[in-house]
C-alpha cells in the first residue's frame, strides 16, 4: 500500500495551481472581456494562498520525499514574492486595458510565474529546483514577449528566452556533475555527503560553479547580466514591474538556500565566487547607469547594483548575512513596486513616456508624485533615515562581521557613485524647468500603491522590528536544518 | 542459453546492417523504412536484456510517432539526397579521421572513469532486486507516480504553461466565413441563377 505524501506544506501552491487552472477555464469561456475579472481573483488567489501559508501551513516540514520543504525562510520568501506579484498585478490592469493588451492569460501567467518562485524557494532537491525555475521562467518569457506586434517586446522575449535557456543549461549541467559526484540531488543528501570537511574533487567544484554561475544568471548579477537592460527596456512596462520584483526576490532565495543548505559546508570554495559577483554587480550597477536616459534601462543597471548589496551578506555566509539579505529584499521590494508605480504614471497625452528628462519640473505639476519618488530615490540611495539606508546597514554589518572589510568598502564606494544618477532625478524634478505635464489622474489604485510603499520606505526606521525579526527568525530556520 | 545468444546475434546483426542502410539507401523513403526496421530490432535487444518497458516505449514512441513524422517530412519536402551525398568519398578519410580520435577519447575518457565508492551507496532509486518480483514497468510507475509525483505534477504545469504561450504568441483570431445552414437551405434558384438569351456569335 502506498501512502500519500502529506499535502499540507504544500497547500499554498496547490491551491494556487488549481486557482489557475479554474482561472484558465473561466478565461476560456468568457473570453478577453473578463480579464478584469480574472485579475482581481488572481489577486484575491494571491491573498489567499499567503493566508493559507501563514496560517495553515505548519513549518518546519517537509514532504513528496524531501523535495519539498516548507521552514520559515521559505514563508518569509514566500509572502514577498506574493506581495510583489499581487502588486504587479494590481499595477497592471489599467495599463493593459489601455494598450490593448487585455487578454485574460496576462494575470493567469503572472499566477503560474509566481506558482513557479514559490516552488523554487520550497525546492528541497535539484529536481524540484529546476522544475520550480522553468515554471517561472517559462511564463515570464511569454509575459515579456506579451506585445507580439511591436518589435521591442518581441526581441526582449526572445533575448530573454535564448539567453534564459542558456542559463537553465549551464545550472542543469553544474547539477548533472553534482549528481554524478555525489550520487544524489536531494538538498539534505548533499549536506550530508559534505559533512565530514573532506576533500572536495575538482569535479564538485566545477558542479557548484556551474550552479551558481545558473543562478547569477536568474538573478541578474554581473557578469550574467547583459540581458537585464534590453528586457526591462522591450518588455512591457508592467512586465518590468514585476520582472524588477518578484522574480528577484525568488532567484535570490534560491542562491541563498542552495548555498547555505547543501553547500552550506562548502562556504570556503563558493564564497569567493559570490565575493566577485557581488563586488561586480556593485560597480556596473553603479556606473553603467549614470549615462542612461531611459528610466527602465536606469532601473535595470539599479537592480544589477541591488543585487550586488544583497549578495554581500550572502558572501558573508553566516546567520546575520542571511538576515541581512532577507530584510534588503523586503525593503527592495516596497522601492521598486513603488518606483514602478510612477514609472506607470508617466504618460503624457496617453501616451508612454520613458525618458528621464519628462520627469523635469514634475515638483511644480505633481507635487506628491514627486515626493514619494524622491522618498525612493533618496531610499534607493541609501540616504538615512529611510529604509535603504537600514537595508545596506545591514548586510554591511553582516559583511565587516564575517571579516569581509574590503568588500564592505567597495559597497560603501558604489553606494556614492550610485547615489549619483538617483539624486539626478530629484535634481531634475525639483529644479528644472517642467516640461509638459503628466496625464491625470493617475488612479486609485496607483495611489493606493504609491500611498503605501511611500510610507513604509519613508517611516520603516520607526518600526523596523516586525520584519528584522520575521527575517531573523527566516534566517535560523535556514542553518538549523 | 544458446537460443538467447543466437537471437542477440540476429537482432543486434539486423540493428547494425539496417543502421548501414539508413545512411547508404538512395531513396529517402527506404532510409525511414530502414530506420523503422533498427528501431524494432533495437527493442528486440531491449526484450532480451529484460528490459521491456523500454522496448514497448521504443516502439510506441519511436515507430510509432517519429520515424512515421520523419516519413511525412521526407515525403513532403523536395530534398535532393543524392546531390547533398556529393563528395562524400572526397570527405572520408578526414570523417574517419576524426571518428577514429573520437573514439580514442572516449576510450581513454570511459577507461578511467572511476565512480566515488561512497557515491553508490546514497542512490536514492536503486534497481529492484530480482527476487522482489517487480517487473520494470512497476518500478518505473513507482518512481515516477510515487516517489517523484511532485516532479511529475510540475512537469505538467510546465508543459501547460508552455501550451498557453504558444496560443497566446502565435494565435491570431482571424475573420472565419462561417456555414450557416438556413442560409443554404433558404437558398432559391431565382436569388442567384441569371438565365440570358446570348445570340450565336456575341458573347454576353
Same mark, same amino acid.
Given at each position: 500500500m502506498?501512502?500519500?505524501?502529506d499535502?499540507? *506544506?504544500?497547500?499554498?501552491?496547490i491551491?494556487?495551481?488549481?486557482?489557475?487552472?479554474?482561472?484558465?477555464?473561466?478565461?476560456?469561456?468568457?473570453g478577453?472581456?473578463?480579464t478584469r475579472l480574472v485579475a482581481?481573483l488572481?489577486?484575491?488567489?494571491?491573498?489567499?494562498?499567503?493566508?493559507?501559508?501563514l496560517?495553515?501551513?505548519?513549518?518546519?516540514?517537509e514532504?513528496?520525499n524531501?523535495m519539498?520543504v516548507?521552514?520559515?525562510?521559505?514563508?518569509?520568501m514566500?509572502?514577498?514574492?506574493?506581495?510583489?506579484?499581487?502588486?504587479?498585478?494590481i499595477?497592471?490592469?489599467?495599463?493593459?486595458e489601455?494598450?490593448q493588451?487585455?487578454?485574460?492569460?496576462f494575470?493567469?501567467l503572472?499566477?503560474?510565474?509566481t506558482?513557479g518562485?514559490?516552488?523554487?524557494?520550497?525546492?528541497g532537491?535539484?529536481?524540484?529546483?529546476?522544475?520550480?525555475?522553468?515554471?517561472q521562467?517559462?511564463?515570464?518569457?511569454?509575459?515579456a514577449?506579451f506585445?507580439?506586434?511591436?518589435v521591442?517586446s518581441s526581441?526582449?522575449g526572445l533575448?530573454?528566452?535564448?539567453?534564459?535557456?542558456? !542559463?537553465?543549461g549551464m545550472l542543469?549541467?553544474g547539477?548533472?556533475l553534482?549528481?554524478?559526484?555525489?550520487?544524489?540531488?536531494?538538498f539534505s543528501?548533499?549536506a550530508?555527503?559534505f559533512a565530514g570537511?573532506g576533500e572536495v574533487?575538482?569535479g564538485?567544484?566545477?558542479?557548484i560553479v556551474?550552479?551558481s554561475?545558473?543562478?547569477?544568471?536568474?538573478?541578474s548579477?554581473v557578469p550574467?547580466?547583459?540581458?537585464?537592460?534590453?528586457?526591462y527596456?522591450g518588455a512591457?512596462t508592467?512586465?518590468?514591474?514585476?520582472?524588477a520584483v518578484?522574480?528577484?526576490i525568488a532567484?535570490?532565495?534560491l542562491?541563498?538556500?542552495?548555498?547555505?543548505?547543501?553547500?552550506?559546508?562548502?562556504?570556503q570554495?563558493w564564497?569567493?565566487?559570490v565575493?566577485?559577483i557581488?563586488?561586480?554587480?556593485?560597480?556596473?550597477?553603479a556606473?553603467?547607469?549614470?549615462?542612461?536616459?531611459?528610466?527602465?534601462?536606469?532601473?535595470?543597471?539599479?537592480?544589477?547594483g541591488?543585487?550586488?548589496?544583497?549578495?554581500?551578506?550572502l558572501?558573508?555566509?553566516?546567520?546575520?548575512?542571511?538576515?541581512?539579505?532577507?530584510v534588503?529584499?523586503a525593503?527592495?521590494?516596497a522601492m521598486?513596486?513603488?518606483?514602478?508605480?510612477?514609472i506607470?504614471?508617466m504618460r503624457?497625452?496617453g501616451?508612454?513616456?520613458?525618458?528621464i528628462?519628462?520627469l !523635469?519640473?514634475?515638483?511644480?505639476?505633481h *507635487?506628491?508624485?514627486?515626493?514619494?519618488?524622491?522618498?525612493f530615490?533618496?531610499?534607493?540611495?541609501?540616504i538615512?533615515?529611510?529604509?535603504?539606508?537600514?537595508a545596506k546597514?545591514?548586510?554591511?554589518?553582516?559583511?565587516?562581521?564575517?571579516?569581509?572589510?574590503?568588500?564592505a568598502v567597495?559597497?560603501?564606494?558604489?553606494s556614492?557613485?550610485?547615489a549619483?544618477?538617483?539624486?539626478r532625478?530629484?535634481?531634475?524634478?525639483?529644479f528644472?524647468?517642467?516640461?509638459?505635464?503628466?496625464?491625470?489622474p493617475?488612479?486609485?489604485?496607483?495611489?493606493?500603491?504609491?500611498?503605501?510603499?511611500?510610507l513604509?520606505?519613508?517611516?520603516?526606521?520607526?518600526f523596523?522590528a516586525?520584519?528584522?525579526d520575521?527575517?531573523?527568525?527566516?534566517a535560523?530556520?535556514?542553518?538549523?536544518? | 542459453?544458446?537460443?538467447?545468444?543466437?537471437?542477440?546475434?540476429?537482432f543486434?546483426?539486423?540493428?547494425?546492417?539496417?543502421?548501414?542502410?539508413?545512411?547508404?539507401?538512395?531513396n529517402?523513403?527506404?532510409?525511414?523504412?530502414?530506420?523503422?526496421?533498427?528501431?524494432?530490432?533495437?527493442?528486440?535487444l531491449?526484450?532480451?536484456m529484460?528490459a521491456?518497458?523500454?522496448?514497448?516505449i521504443?516502439?510506441i514512441?519511436?515507430?510509432?510517432?517519429?520515424?512515421?513524422l520523419?516519413?511525412?517530412?521526407?515525403?513532403?519536402?523536395?530534398?535532393?539526397?543524392?546531390?547533398?551525398?556529393?563528395?562524400?568519398?572526397?570527405?572520408?578519410?578526414i570523417?574517419?579521421?576524426?571518428?577514429?580520435?573520437?573514439?580514442?577519447?572516449?576510450?581513454?575518457?570511459l577507461?578511467?572513469w572511476?565512480?566515488?565508492?561512497?557515491?553508490e551507496?546514497?542512490?536514492t532509486?536503486?534497481?529492484?532486486?530480482a527476487?522482489?518480483?517487480?517487473t520494470?514497468?512497476e518500478?518505473?510507475g513507482?518512481?515516477?507516480?510515487?516517489e517523484?509525483?511532485?516532479?511529475?505534477q510540475?512537469?505538467?504545469?510546465v508543459?501547460?504553461?508552455?501550451?498557453?504561450g504558444?496560443?497566446v504568441?502565435?494565435?491570431?483570431?482571424?475573420p472565419?466565413?462561417?456555414?450557416r445552414?438556413?442560409d443554404?437551405?433558404?437558398?432559391?434558384?431565382?436569388d442567384?441563377?441569371?438565365v440570358r438569351?446570348?445570340?450565336p456569335?456575341e458573347?454576353?
Amino acid at each position: 500500500m502506498t501512502q500519500i505524501p502529506d499535502l499540507l *506544506p504544500a497547500l499554498p501552491e496547490i491551491f494556487l495551481a488549481i486557482a489557475g487552472m479554474a482561472l484558465l477555464m473561466l478565461g476560456a469561456f468568457k473570453g478577453d472581456g473578463a480579464t478584469r475579472l480574472v485579475a482581481y481573483l488572481t489577486v484575491m488567489s494571491f491573498v489567499i494562498a499567503g493566508f493559507l501559508l501563514l496560517v495553515v501551513v505548519e513549518t518546519p516540514a517537509e514532504t513528496f520525499n524531501g523535495m519539498f520543504v516548507a521552514d520559515d525562510f521559505a514563508v518569509f520568501m514566500k509572502i514577498l514574492a506574493l506581495l510583489g506579484s499581487a502588486f504587479a498585478v494590481i499595477m497592471s490592469q489599467r495599463f493593459i486595458e489601455r494598450e490593448q493588451m487585455a487578454r485574460i492569460e496576462f494575470p493567469v501567467l503572472f499566477l503560474f510565474a509566481t506558482l513557479g518562485m514559490m516552488m523554487m524557494i520550497s525546492a528541497g532537491d535539484l529536481l524540484s529546483l529546476y522544475l520550480g525555475l522553468e515554471l517561472q521562467s517559462l511564463s515570464l518569457y511569454v509575459v515579456a514577449a506579451f506585445r507580439r506586434d511591436t518589435v521591442r517586446s518581441s526581441e526582449a522575449g526572445l533575448k530573454y528566452f535564448v539567453l534564459g535557456a542558456l !542559463s537553465s543549461g549551464m545550472l542543469l549541467y553544474g547539477a548533472s556533475l553534482v549528481y554524478g559526484f555525489t550520487g544524489t540531488t536531494s538538498f539534505s543528501g548533499l549536506a550530508e555527503a559534505f559533512a565530514g570537511g573532506g576533500e572536495v574533487g575538482i569535479g564538485l567544484i566545477l558542479g557548484i560553479v556551474f550552479v551558481s554561475a545558473g543562478l547569477a544568471f536568474k538573478v541578474s548579477a554581473v557578469p550574467f547580466h547583459m540581458w537585464t537592460p534590453d528586457v526591462y527596456e522591450g518588455a512591457p512596462t508592467p512586465v518590468t514591474a514585476f520582472f524588477a520584483v518578484a522574480p528577484k526576490i525568488a532567484a535570490i532565495a534560491l542562491f541563498v538556500r542552495v548555498m547555505i543548505e547543501p553547500f552550506g559546508e562548502l562556504v570556503q570554495q563558493w564564497q569567493q565566487i559570490v565575493l566577485a559577483i557581488s563586488i561586480l554587480s556593485m560597480i556596473l550597477g553603479a556606473y553603467a547607469a549614470i549615462n542612461q536616459t531611459n528610466i527602465k534601462r536606469l532601473m535595470a543597471y539599479s537592480s544589477i547594483g541591488h543585487v550586488g548589496y544583497a549578495l554581500m551578506g550572502l558572501a558573508a555566509g553566516s546567520e546575520a548575512g542571511v538576515r541581512g539579505v532577507l530584510v534588503y529584499m523586503a525593503i527592495y521590494l516596497a522601492m521598486n513596486v513603488g518606483t514602478f508605480a510612477c514609472i506607470l504614471c508617466m504618460r503624457v497625452n496617453g501616451r508612454m513616456v520613458e525618458g528621464i528628462n519628462d520627469l !523635469s519640473g514634475l515638483s511644480r505639476t505633481h *507635487p506628491l508624485m514627486a515626493l514619494v519618488l524622491a522618498v525612493f530615490m533618496f531610499s534607493m540611495a541609501g540616504i538615512p533615515p529611510l529604509a535603504g539606508f537600514f537595508a545596506k546597514l545591514q548586510v554591511f554589518l553582516a559583511a565587516i562581521d564575517a571579516g569581509l572589510i574590503t568588500l564592505a568598502v567597495i559597497g560603501g564606494l558604489t553606494s556614492v557613485v550610485g547615489a549619483f544618477y538617483y539624486i539626478r532625478i530629484i535634481k531634475l524634478m525639483y529644479f528644472d524647468d517642467p516640461v509638459e505635464s503628466f496625464d491625470r489622474p493617475i488612479g486609485n489604485d496607483m495611489t493606493l500603491v504609491l500611498t503605501g510603499t511611500g510610507l513604509f520606505t519613508a517611516f520603516f526606521f520607526l518600526f523596523p522590528a516586525p520584519i528584522v525579526d520575521a527575517a531573523a527568525r527566516a534566517a535560523a530556520s535556514l542553518f538549523a536544518g | 542459453m544458446v537460443i538467447q545468444g543466437l537471437a542477440f546475434y540476429l537482432f543486434a546483426l539486423m540493428t547494425v546492417a539496417s543502421g548501414a542502410m539508413v545512411i547508404t539507401a538512395r531513396n529517402p523513403v527506404h532510409s525511414v523504412l530502414f530506420l523503422i526496421l533498427a528501431f524494432f530490432n533495437s527493442a528486440a535487444l531491449f526484450l532480451l536484456m529484460g528490459a521491456e518497458f523500454v522496448a514497448f516505449i521504443l516502439i510506441i514512441v519511436y515507430v510509432g510517432a517519429v520515424a512515421v513524422l520523419f516519413l511525412f517530412v521526407v515525403m513532403m519536402l523536395d530534398i535532393d539526397f543524392a546531390r547533398l551525398r556529393e563528395g562524400f568519398l572526397n570527405y572520408l578519410p578526414i570523417g574517419a579521421l576524426v571518428g577514429l580520435i573520437l573514439l580514442v577519447e572516449l576510450l581513454l575518457v570511459l577507461g578511467a572513469w572511476a565512480i566515488l565508492p561512497e557515491s553508490e551507496l546514497r542512490v536514492t532509486a536503486p534497481a529492484p532486486e530480482a527476487a522482489s518480483g517487480l517487473t520494470n514497468t512497476e518500478a518505473l510507475g513507482n518512481l515516477i507516480y510515487t516517489e517523484y509525483v511532485y516532479a511529475f505534477q510540475v512537469a505538467g504545469l510546465v508543459l501547460l504553461v508552455a501550451m498557453i504561450g504558444a496560443i497566446v504568441l502565435t494565435l491570431r483570431s482571424r475573420p472565419v466565413r462561417r456555414q450557416r445552414i438556413a442560409d443554404q437551405v433558404n437558398r432559391r434558384p431565382e436569388d442567384v441563377l441569371v438565365v440570358r438569351k446570348v445570340d450565336p456569335g456575341e458573347g454576353i
